[in-house]
């Protein structure tokens, strides 16, 4: 039993390493002297978001991991799905191709990442759209240094009505 504890925490952390999952997000108070945190509250849908069109399949790259194709505000990106991740996390290239100026974000959240801490800032992205199963008014966060891929996390995935693993793919039901 102690030998697959310690297999499932290597594999945990291996995982994590690998795919720079965004793992706590927390707003910074940068105008108090002890730079007080606060927990970031999760997004929930409003009436005013959705989740619709059919199931889609992401196929398992060659690395083991899910690699999504997307289409984010009607511009191409591509993702690493991380369910470990919080929120979605854009990489400052990716941000600056979907018409952001990363120079110009206010970064006021604090966030961990398998890289160690790093600034983010907030945005909305009007929608993300993986091979029809699409989401509006999605939550992310650019993040400032140390991201190398942008992630696909919970706050578009949890909106789903589900997703699903198999060996092979990754299945997303809107």
């Known amino acids: 039993m102690l030998r697959i504890a310690v297999i499932a925490s290597v594999a945990v952390l291996a995982s994590v390493a690998a795919a720079q999952g965004v793992v706590h997000l927390s707003k910074v108070r940068l105008d108090q002297k002890n730079h007080a945190?606060?927990?970031a509250s999760a997004v929930l849908p409003s009436s005013e978001s959705r989740s619709?069109?059919?199931a889609a399949s992401i196929s398992k790259g060659p690395d083991g991991h899910f690699w999504a194709e997307a289409r984010v505000n009607e511009s191409a990106v591509r993702f690493l799905v991380d369910t470990g991740a919080t929120a979605v996390a854009l990489s400052p290239e990716d941000a600056r191709r979907l018409g952001f100026t990363p120079a110009?974000?206010?970064?006021?959240y604090k966030v961990t990442t398998a890289n160690g801490p790093a600034r983010a800032a907030r945005i909305n992205?009007?929608?993300i759209s993986i091979?029809?199963?699409?989401?509006?008014?999605?939550e992310a966060y650019v993040i400032e240094n140390g991201l190398d891929a942008s992630l696909l996390g919970m706050s578009y995935l949890g909106r789903l009505n589900r997703f699903e693993a198999t060996q092979s793919s990754l299945i997303?039901?809107?």
Not at 104 to 108: A, F, H, I, P, T
Request: a negative charge; glycine letters at 12%.
């Open 37 to 39: 945190l606060l927990a």
């Open 52 to 54: 619709a069109g059919s």
């Open 104 to 108: 110009g974000l206010s970064y006021d």
């Open 125 to 127: 992205l009007a929608s």
């Open 131 to 138: 091979a029809g199963a699409e989401v509006d008014n999605v």
């Open 172 to 174: 997303l039901h809107p």
